[in-house]
């Protein structure tokens, strides 16, 4: 059986280091997901307020092929919702959904397809899913579609980054998820203006049809680089069975699985700002610019921004760390991003007071939350892809990655559950609750960290 070190390693030594001193590879799957996510982002900014807006308005609601059905399933677990509290569960449920099903998107290629092939089943998913958010009666149908194409592709794609390295090419390795996810942000940046400026102006219809446009190109790239990729590991295979994991390799499993479900606090806290602190935006944020309303969609678009404004100074820091024997262990890096988290949420409790006493306040206020949670992010979420790919048994590698990505399904969740009490909670005590969150995980690693480093720092035998 090939391992995923001996399918990694040819790829990184054999190929012509030019993109950045990384391989090839790396940028045809950076630009493929940065499309991706600039599709994905641009949808999903729009995916509230057309619920609240549209969908949900009386004469559009009976036409959405069972969109009742799914209000009164909701409302049999969460009693009577408001339109708005109705829409934040569909979004979350959308939110979370696109990254539960990784899970099963990486079993499908470390089992049967293999990685290359299931990338591909799910950005032509995508695609249709994207075609069908045009038409308001295919909504739920259109959503699915996207579910099942982003578990298939979010995960390998990710996977795949990991593997254009050799085994001890660590250091190398966390910087290419840290430039990789510089690069799809500029995705997560461009989405929610192209799609929601285009939204404003010509309709939603017409946003959502360019997301599905978008995604159609990050296809095309994903073909292109091809011949870069790293080898299918299920090819490789061949008819071999798989070695059996080790009771070594149950023991990282466990603390591989414990990291991410820690992870869900912070990552609440940090999702929030996209559906509870989008309706902030929208009700209480002064928006003028120029004498134009910035569209409220459109701030999401600074997650991105921070997100790649963030890669390059936190790489040169960790550098410059590396060289003077101080660069922090990934899980030292991942609880300090919880920090920051918490930290970025406890600020927003200033202006939150001032809301709640009826005051407006000035834009700046969320252009620092989105800031500061970019900052914390690009510290942990890089660096758990970066863990997961180097730490995670060969034999389930695709399947754990997919799993780390679960964590964000079960954040996505509480997200939406915390959101219903946007109307029941002051919004000072919405924000501190969140920071709450996020600072709860920071203490968790800071006990947990040095048992679990000292387990993965293990030679295997």
């Known amino acids: 059986m090939a391992t995923a070190s001996s399918v990694s390693a040819p790829t990184a030594q054999g190929e012509e280091q030019s993109f950045l001193g990384h391989p090839k590879g790396l940028a045809y799957l950076a630009f493929t997901e940065a499309w991706e996510r600039l599709s994905f982002y641009g949808m999903s900014s729009l995916l509230l307020l057309y619920l609240i807006q549209r969908l949900l308005t009386p004469e559009i609601a009976g036409s959405v092929l069972a969109f009742g059905s799914l209000r009164a399933g909701i409302e049999t677990l969460t009693g009577p919702l408001s339109n708005q509290a109705f829409a934040s569960q569909v979004f979350s449920l959308y939110s979370g959904l696109v990254y539960f099903t990784p899970v099963f998107g990486g079993m499908l290629a470390d089992h049967l397809l293999g990685q290359r092939r299931t990338v591909v089943l799910g950005a032509l998913l995508m695609v249709a899913g994207h075609v069908l958010m045009v038409f308001d009666a295919s909504f739920l149908i259109a959503l699915s579609l996207l579910i099942l194409g982003t578990g298939c592709l979010k995960g390998n794609i990710s996977a795949q980054v990991g593997q254009l390295y050799a085994p001890g090419d660590e250091g190398r390795r966390t910087r290419a998820f ?87 606090l912070p990552f609440a806290a940090y999702f929030q700002e996209m559906n509870a602190g989008l309706l902030f935006i929208e009700a209480s944020v002064d928006r003028g610019l120029f004498g134009w309303t910035v569209p409220a969609t459109s701030f999401n678009a600074l997650d991105g921004l921070f997100c790649i404004i963030a890669v390059p100074l936190l790489i040169v820091l960790w550098q410059w760390q590396a060289k003077r024997g101080r660069e922090p262990h990934d899980l ?47 510290f942990f979420w890089p660096t758990q892809l970066a863990l997961y790919s180097r730490a ?70």
């Open 178 to 264: 840290a430039i990789f996810y510089a690069a799809i942000n500029t995705g997560a940046l461009l989405g929610p203006l192209v799609c929601g400026i285009l939204a404003q102006i010509y309709g939603w219809h017409v946003g959502f049809g360019a997301a599905g446009a978008l995604m159609l190109i990050a296809l095309v790239i994903y073909g292109a680089g091809w011949k870069h990729l790293p080898p299918d590991r299920k090819r490789q295979r061949g008819m071999g069975a798989p070695a059996a994991l080790t009771a070594r390799d149950w023991r990282i499993i466990a603390a591989l699985l414990f990291v991410s479900l820690v992870g869900v």
């Open 332 to 378: 030292s890096k991942i609880t300090f991003g919880y920090l920051i988290i918490a930290a970025a949420n406890l600020m927003m409790v200033v202006p939150a007071g001032w809301v709640d006493k009826g005051e407006t306040v000035s834009a700046l206020w969320p252009v620092a939350l989105y800031a500061l949670n970019a900052l914390g992010f690009i």
């Open 392 to 461: 995670a048994p060969a034999q389930v590698n695709s399947t754990m990655m997919g799993i780390l990505f679960l964590s964000i399904f079960v954040a996505n969740l509480l997200v939406g559950t915390l959101a219903g009490l946007w109307e029941t909670l002051s919004h000072a005590s919405f924000f501190a609750l969140h920071a709450a969150l996020a600072f709860g995980a920071f203490l968790i690693m800071l006990l947990a960290m040095r048992p679990i480093e000292k387990l993965l720092a293990q030679p295997h035998p």
